[in-house]
């Protein structure tokens, strides 16, 4: 964390503020609670400004989830605030608390816990201040929206209280927070504060930032990973009406040009002039987890339990895959690069994930000073994981070098995005069982084979993980990051079972090397670890004639979800109907929120496709913050894996990636969207965890257990789109 | 550069100096400053772009500019404003029918053209008006909530 303070510290003394930071490592200091650990200035989280205004910094991004509105409600709710006072501050490395990426539905956990502990002990200090001013003790003043008054009637506030200094400190987590049933703010729903200016045009993307002079720019990417750039003719480009800037850098290719419908054209023309040799570096579609199988692993053993029980006297086993899906961003990955005159500093507007990971990758691979480079969050359409963001960050960069003085806006095309993003990795599951006289499993087996499912920009001492320092004249090498530990995981997020086995062993065989390129996308390994637990749980049920919601009740001891499970069937039960159904329950990475889905499965026979007209779902993700927000991230969850799992593939043939447009990789539409009824349990007293990721792998296990029913027998192998089904029932 | 293109933009006539095959997304976002419609595919196949011209829906990462001269567009900021919402949006903003909100304009545009045609539509008519926008957060059901709201409350 030194290099990460110091680095901050200059940022804000570039944005001519002048604010100290701790450089003491952070190590030999108390435990502080949340982000607060690693961020302990309270000055870096609040300020109270002139004209009753609160300034609340956050490291944590808006991404279409509603975050920051959830962090604007818990620092009103300490603060005593009305929200609407409060002014949010958000990703910008010359601004906020560095708080790496948001991302695995942590920023509750770590943004919002911070902000509690922050903003509570920010309000004590004003308090005292108060207490000195009006002569009474400070717990015997009472405040409403930063009014303070004394018993007696003397009154004053936090901007008349409020020095410079005030919060000049570091926090010491000793302040406790409300107790939830004094919240008023937390638990409500508040509205989103981005929804108004995204229903009426108003400038909140990235894309719609003009600054005077904008340029525009697009890149050209190789046809395939591999491809090999034999010459290219950069003079006609250059010709072209309104280009600016025509930048090689040994296969990076990018157009710079007055106008976006100019920059287009030069793109098509950059590689119409551009000759490339293709390898054939893919596997065979047909013999992809074999070839996956066949590359040198990285084995650990993340759970192993040995425990005296009854032997086993029947045993199972299967094996389950799932292929390459998408984060298909309905916006093209964009930023906003601008060099200064001299060339000797940049600054960045990028949806990314993580400001701060970002700018020291752009630090590394720019070879600009630390000080030099400064990333600002601006939205996108939303990313669900790590798109072309990061990525396209750079490729701005490196094309506005090129015209130094003046701001270039680049997008990337659709297939830029289709092609280039990191997918979510191809993962195979080999599942063991025994099974005792008294039907208890007794012994339980899961190995998993898969890349890494996190290759972000993250590593701080050499390499990048960003696409185009890959093509450079001088490139970066990939970073192949290590296994990630349990609870957390990648590839084995959510392989150890919550169940309780006596005997059990979890491998993880991590695959560095990635022939298709692949990261972080909503949920990790989860996805396809559920869904192979959830469907072999129900393999052994049916073949030991046990109702599946029974046998999963008698191996789960937790009560919480045991209650979802409880109350997801319930839900279900309230509305009968013809169609087969499935069940499927995970509390995300073990960790998190609990969720239990019921899908009803409808399969055309003819046709082979695998509808999901409803589903029921029951959510505890703790104390609620905003129902409405948790709803709405339980719901998107769902829909996106229904399609994830019904319709999506990413199609590839040894010489690359096919998929250029959505006739390509279709996803789910209207027509096809399910109908969801969720009920939430709400725990006020318990801490809340996050709930963006927790519903796509129960409601893909209850898919495969309710088409498990429709056909008769499991489908152990995902997608569900049409043809692979049809060729299942067909084979 | 040929000729300047002159066309009526949310009601206020405007003329463009930009190729006659420049797509129309471009001349709204770059040339007029308006932040509505939105890039998604350059395709006409995700919908996000989507604008009225004279009342009805169009793609217009895939309309040329010479194809709109001299007719009436309309884009999301010419239903209304945030002092002064149309009901389609005040709907939007009740059902809190957005994650990312990318496609919403072009929801919303679509959803106008098919109350301007059918003022009640039935549930399984608006979702079908809107099977060819694409929506990635799973926000479908709000947004058929939203237009239901609107017809609701007019």
């Known amino acids: 964390m030194r290099e990460t303070l110091t680095r901050r510290g200059l940022g804000q003394a570039a944005a001519g503020l002048t604010l100290l930071f701790s450089l003491a490592p952070a190590g030999a200091q108390p435990r502080l609670p949340g982000s607060l650990q690693t961020n302990r200035r309270l000055d870096a989280w609040l300020r109270i400004e002139p004209g009753g205004v609160v300034t609340v910094c956050t490291g944590k991004v808006e991404i279409g989830q509603g975050a920051v509105t959830a962090l604007l409600q818990i620092a009103a709710e300490e603060l005593d605030v009305a929200p609407s006072r409060i002014r949010m501050v958000s990703g910008d490395t010359a601004l906020t608390p560095d708080e790496g990426f948001t991302a695995g539905s942590q920023s509750m956990e770590q943004g919002g816990t911070a902000l509690r502990f922050a903003a509570a002990e920010a309000r004590a200090i004003l308090l005292d201040l108060a207490a000195a001013r009006l002569g009474a003790p400070a717990a015997a003043l009472a405040v409403e929206d930063g009014s303070i008054r004394a018993p007696g009637g003397a009154a004053t506030s936090y901007w008349e209280v409020a020095q410079a200094a005030s919060f000049a400190r570091e926090a010491t987590g000793r302040v406790a927070p409300k107790p939830a049933a004094q919240h008023r703010i937390v638990g409500t729903s508040h509205p989103r504060l981005d929804i108004p200016a995204k229903v009426t045009g108003g400038a909140i993307y990235v894309q719609d930032m003009r600054p005077p002079g904008m340029l525009f720019g697009r890149v050209a990417r190789p046809p395939s990973y591999e491809a090999k750039l034999l010459s290219v003719d950069l003079d006609a480009v250059r010709a072209l009406p309104g280009v600016v800037a025509v930048v090689r850098d040994g296969r990076f290719l990018g157009v710079v040009a007055e106008r976006e419908e100019q920059a287009v054209k030069a793109r098509k023309a950059l590689r119409e002039a551009a000759r490339w040799e293709v390898p054939a570096a893919l596997p065979d579609p047909a013999r992809l987890h074999e070839s996956l199988r066949a590359l040198r692993t990285d084995d650990s053993v993340p759970s192993e339990k040995r425990a005296d029980a009854p032997p086993a006297v029947r045993r199972f086993q299967a094996t389950y895959t799932k292929r390459y899906f998408a984060h298909a961003s309905i916006g093209p990955s964009a930023a906003l690069a601008v060099y200064a005159a001299d060339g000797g500093s940049v600054q960045v507007w990028s949806h990314t994930q993580g400001p701060f990971p970002l700018q020291r990758d752009l630090v590394r691979v720019l070879g600009l000073p630390a000080d030099k480079v400064r990333v600002s969050h601006a939205q996108n359409a939303g990313c669900y994981g790590h798109n072309g963001a990061d990525d396209a960050a750079l490729d701005a960069a490196l094309l506005a070098r090129a015209v130094p003085g003046r701001p270039v806006m680049l997008q990337w095309m659709r297939d830029d995005e289709f092609q280039w993003e990191p997918y979510n990795p191809a993962m195979e599951m080999r599942l063991t069982a025994g099974v005792a006289a008294d039907g208890r499993i007794v012994d339980w087996g899961h190995e998993v084979w898969s890349n890494h499912h996190n290759n972000r920009p993250q590593n701080p001492r050499e390499g990048s993980n960003l696409l185009a320092s890959w093509h450079l004249e001088r490139p970066h090498p990939p970073v192949y990051p290590r296994a990630t530990p349990q609870p957390n995981g990648a590839g084995d997020r959510n392989a150890v079972p919550l169940y309780d086995f006596p005997n059990q062993r979890v491998v993880n065989h991590l695959i560095p090397e990635m022939p298709v390129r692949v990261s972080a996308l909503r949920t990790l390994g989860a996805y396809a670890n559920v869904f192979a637990l959830e469907s072999f749980l129900e393999e052994i049920a049916a073949a030991l004639g046990e109702d599946p919601i029974a046998f999963r009740l008698r191996h789960l001891p937790d009560p919480r979800g045991r209650a979802v499970i409880e109350a997801a069937a319930k839900l279900a039960a309230e509305e009968p109907g013809d169609l087969p159904r499935g069940f499927g329950f995970a509390k995300y990475k073990n960790v998190a929120a609990y969720v239990a889905c019921v899908a009803e499965v409808a399969l055309d026979r003819a046709t082979g496709a695998v509808r999901v007209p409803r589903v029921w779902a029951a959510v505890d993700a703790g104390q609620v913050i905003t129902p409405d927000g948790l709803r709405n991230q339980i719901e998107g969850g769902i829909i996106q894996a229904v399609s994830w799992t019904v319709k999506e593939d990413v199609p590839f043939d040894p010489q690359g990636i096919l998929a250029k447009d959505w006739n390509d990789y279709p996803i789910l539409t209207f027509p096809e969207v399910p109908r969801i009824r969720t009920v939430l349990l709400n725990r006020p007293e318990a801490p809340p965890l996050g709930a963006g990721e927790a519903s796509q792998a129960p409601v893909c296990a209850a898919i495969g257990n309710g088409l498990a029913r429709a056909l008769g027998r499991p489908l152990r192998a995902l997608p569900y789109t049409a043809d692979r089904v049809k060729a299942a029932m067909v084979g | ?154």
Not at chain 2, 27 to 36: E, F, H, K, M, T
Not at chain 2, 45 to 69: E, I, M, N, Y
Not at chain 2, 70 to 94: C, M
Request: with cysteine; aromatic share 2%; hydrophobic share 40%.
């Open chain 2, 1 to 154: 550069m040929t000729a300047p293109t002159k066309l009526q933009v949310n009601g206020r006539a405007v003329t463009v100096a930009a190729e006659p095959d420049t797509p129309l997304l471009y001349v709204l976002r770059n040339d007029l400053a308006l932040n509505g419609a939105k890039f998604g595919c350059g395709l006409g196949q995700c919908g996000a772009c989507t604008v009225l011209v004279d009342g009805q829906p169009v793609r217009s990462c895939v309309t040329d500019l010479s194809a709109v001269a001299g007719r009436s567009v309309t884009t999301l900021e010419g239903l209304g404003t945030a002092d002064n919402l149309h009901k389609l949006q005040r709907a939007f903003i009740a059902e809190q029918a957005a994650q990312c909100g990318y496609c919403i304009p072009g929801m919303i545009m679509e959803a106008k053209a098919l109350l301007d045609r059918m003022p009640e539509p039935a549930e399984a008519e608006i979702r079908n008006a809107l099977a060819d926008h694409l929506c990635r957060c799973g926000t479908h059901n709000r947004i058929v909530a939203a237009v239901q709201r609107a017809v609701r409350e007019g």
